[in-house]
């Protein structure tokens, strides 16, 4: 009697440890969302293909080829009726990551009375898919106009520089290198083929704009572009 009760206890002991074994395997099983989520492939960084790259130096060679950048505009102040001038003195644009500025020095001629001022304003900066241009505006730009008489300082107004840059200034994007080459295959056959860019984009790096693109190859031309019809 003894020995079956003994006997009895051991199988007991064996299934309950059993039954805590499988509990604990239990525990590190993953559910169908986390075993799906470990079956999905990894992120990867878009292509860099092909990369269209403007440096700061360049557009700033902009502003030099424009010449003289100036205005003139009335003011009137106690009993004076005049206009006051102002001169940019070597505007640029600068770039960094993620954002661009405008900055110059801005000489103001009034009557009897010209002083220079530092001024920095905002660049905005987006790529034109449909048209294929980079472009970059000039937002705001705010300088004080004042004037001195017998040494009092008159405030005239606030000009918004950015007033007189209407347009943007724009560049040729990548969607221009589309083309063709010609293959001879072994067999002796020609084969044409022909590459286009995809998925294109723009990021501001420090000195520079990058636009990187997809290339995409095919033995079939693209689809021509239907220009809109002029009204």
């Known amino acids: 009697m003894a020995s079956k009760n003994i006997y009895s206890i051991i199988i007991i002991a064996l299934i309950l440890t059993g039954c805590k074994n499988r509990k604990m395997t239990m525990e590190y099983i993953n559910t169908p969302t986390e075993i799906e989520a470990l079956q999905k492939p990894k992120s990867t960084n878009p292509s860099n293909d092909l990369q269209v790259v403007i440096h700061e130096e360049m557009m700033n060679k902009c502003f030099k080829s424009l010449g003289a950048i100036q205005g003139k505009e009335a003011y009137q102040i106690l009993l004076i009726n005049d206009s006051f001038t102002w001169v940019l003195i070597n505007p640029q644009i600068h770039l960094h990551k993620g954002r661009a500025d405008f900055t110059t020095d801005v000489n103001i001629i009034t009557k009897g009375f010209k002083y220079s ?24 730009c705010i300088i004080e106009i004042y004037t001195k008489i017998l040494g009092t300082k008159y405030h005239l107004k606030d000009i918004d520089l950015a007033e007189d840059f209407k347009d943007p200034f724009t ?59 002029k009204k």
């Open 117 to 140: 001022t530092p001024c920095v304003g905002d660049v905005m900066i987006w790529y034109d898919r449909k048209q294929n241009l980079i472009n970059v505006k000039i937002t705001k």
């Open 171 to 229: 560049f040729e994007g990548p969607s221009s290198t589309n083309s063709d080459m010609e293959i001879e295959m072994p067999d002796g056959t020609i084969r044409k083929l022909y590459m286009t860019t995809t998925d294109c984009d723009l990021t501001v790096q420090e000195k520079q704009l990058v636009v990187p693109c997809e290339m995409a190859f095919s033995l079939t031309p693209p689809a021509e572009k239907v220009e809109p019809k």
